[in-house]
């Protein structure tokens, strides 16, 4: 019979790299799709965009092989593209 197994750790993707910063591929949690999906609600564009840098700057220190970010860095080293490409990595969305 075979089993069906669930659990975040078991979608855990290789690691990956922002400009010479390493960060595990763990997939998100529930909690932290649950905080993100919250972030800038109601708010202006620049309000949301703050506050979802502010979340994937939390969701990488988590994962950080070294040393942590902070919004002013995600700022300075992300384009929009990047943004959108690590949170589909993160939820393990196949990439193209």
């Known amino acids: 019979m075979t089993q069906v197994k669930f659990g975040r750790q078991l979608n ?14 763990l997939p998100l949690s529930l909690s932290e799709e649950r905080v993100l ?6 708010g202006s564009e620049v309000e949301l965009m703050d506050a979802v840098l502010e979340v994937l700057s939390q969701l990488l220190n988590v994962r950080a092989h070294g040393e942590r970010v902070d919004t002013a860095w995600l700022l300075e080293n992300l384009a929009p593209s990047d ?14």
């Open 83 to 96: 943004v959108e490409g690590i949170l589909d990595y993160l939820r393990a969305t196949p990439v193209s």
């Open 37 to 42: 999906a919250g972030a800038g609600d109601g």
């Open 12 to 25: 855990e993707r290789a690691p990956f790299e922002v400009n010479g910063l390493v960060f595990s591929g």
